[in-house]
């Protein structure tokens, strides 16, 4: 796969394999960017919900230096939080995403999910009606090691939640991740709490752009694009959304089964 991008579709989902993460990153940089554009002849307001992460640097990180994005049109969310972390902590996504996005580009407007919020039930429900409110357009999303999609995972994850925004407990799995990943010592130190929006409240979104880099990621790739749709593995619901994008690098996509895929060299 050196130096050459694969693209094909599993379902309904349109998949890209790029060489690397950094390529990945940009090109699904390019494909949030010309979204926004289509996006900004309609509206001038644009409501965006940004995922976090590992897996989201290098698309962040291009996204950010597109230079023909009018973020002063985009209104801004994101995907989850954990509860009672400190806004401040290294591992808070707050703090991820100030450093990553909102520090580096002038939006419209933000909306931070509090983790620290004293009534989250309360939370869920303000922080929901702001998302109906802006109507997002777009979604930049990850996979976790488990397949949760957002902080949904096996267990929790519920394709037909009626809450929009909820409160959730952290498998083990999902918590081994965020120790591998650098962002906590020990298992016993990331939070066991957090707040995340429902794959119902993700899959509202017209346009859905997930990043997917790194050999961590190769046996959920695999799992995402071969197993059956079941909560079992949540990001298998990718799968069914009408416009969605998945974006991977040589390492991410190393177990699958090129040769059973309609494959086409991009």
């Known amino acids: ?46 409501g965006v919900v940004f995922a976090t992460g ?12 597109c230079g023909d994005i009018s973020w002063n049109s985009i209104v801004g969310f994101h995907l989850d939080e954990y509860v009672g972390i400190d806004p401040n902590h290294p591992a808070s996504f707050r703090k991820y995403l100030r450093e990553n996005l909102t520090g580096r580009v002038a939006m419209r407007e933000f909306f931070e999910i509090d983790g620290n919020a004293s009534d989250l039930d309360g939370l869920c429900q303000s922080y929901a009606a702001r998302l109906r409110q802006a109507n997002p357009q777009l979604c930049l999303l990850g996979i976790g090691e488990n397949g949760h999609l957002a902080f949904n995972d096996p267990g929790v994850a519920d394709f037909r939640d009626p809450r929009e925004m909820k409160v959730v407990t952290l498998d083990s799995a999902c918590r081994r991740q965020q120790v591998a990943e650098g962002w906590f010592p020990t298992p016993e130190e990331v939070p066991e709490r957090a707040l995340t929006l429902t794959i119902p409240t993700v899959f509202r979104i017209p346009k859905v752009i997930v990043s997917v880099p790194g050999e961590r990621k190769a046996q959920i790739v695999r799992r995402t694009l071969q197993d059956p749709i079941s909560e079992r593995c949540p990001a298998t619901i990718l799968r069914t959304h009408p416009d969605a994008m998945l974006f991977l690098d040589a390492e991410s996509a190393s177990q699958l089964n090129l040769n059973s895929a309609a494959l086409a060299v991009g």
């Open 1 to 46: 796969m050196r130096n050459v991008r694969l693209s094909f579709q599993i379902d309904a989902l349109n998949v890209e394999i790029h060489p690397d993460s950094a390529a990945a990153g940009k090109a699904a940089a390019r494909a949030a960017a010309a979204a926004l554009g289509d996006l900004g002849k309609e509206s001038a307001a644009i």
């Open 54 to 65: 590992a897996s989201q640097l290098d698309t962040l990180r291009a996204l950010v230096g």
